[in-house]
């Protein structure tokens, strides 16, 4: 069985900074790209960043570029998003996700329907 589990969120200030960790079991191999990605109240998900297999290679959404770092120790089954200046509107559901078709993130890595397993998520609210 497959399991995705996010933990880490909190309540901060706008300014602050948090680390939300994922931990992945139940999937044969390591050959997998895994990303981030978010979802406010009424909206959409939003691809947050995406790391290969190794994770040697990283993309992130413009919105959060130089701001948020996606890393994958030894390319593992760990994941984790350092976010930093964080802003009242990335208020969201935080949830990590595996691309098990795909151990790059190509140009679509931000669609949703690329990944297969997800997470349950951590919820990350920034106050102003």
């Known amino acids: 069985q497959v399991q995705l589990s996010e933990s880490g969120g909190d309540s901060v200030q706008a300014g602050g900074s948090l680390r939300l960790s994922c931990i992945v079991s139940g999937l044969p191999s390591d050959y997998y790209a895994m990303g981030w990605f978010r979802q406010a109240p009424g909206q959409g998900r939003e691809g947050v960043a995406c790391?290969?297999?190794?994770?040697?290679?990283?993309t992130y959404a413009d919105s959060v570029r130089e701001r948020f770092t996606i890393t994958r120790p030894d390319g593992g089954y760990r994941l984790y998003l350092q976010m930093t200046n964080l802003k009242p509107e990335e208020t969201a559901m935080y949830y990590c996700?595996?691309?098990?078709?795909?151990?790059?993130?190509?140009?679509?890595?931000?669609?949703?329907?690329?990944?297969?397993?997800w997470g349950q998520g951590t919820q990350v609210t920034v106050s102003s």
């Open positions: 996700a595996a691309d098990t078709g795909s151990g790059f993130c190509s140009g679509s890595w931000s669609q949703v329907r690329k990944y297969k397993f």
């Open positions: 790391i290969s297999w190794s994770g040697r290679s990283a």
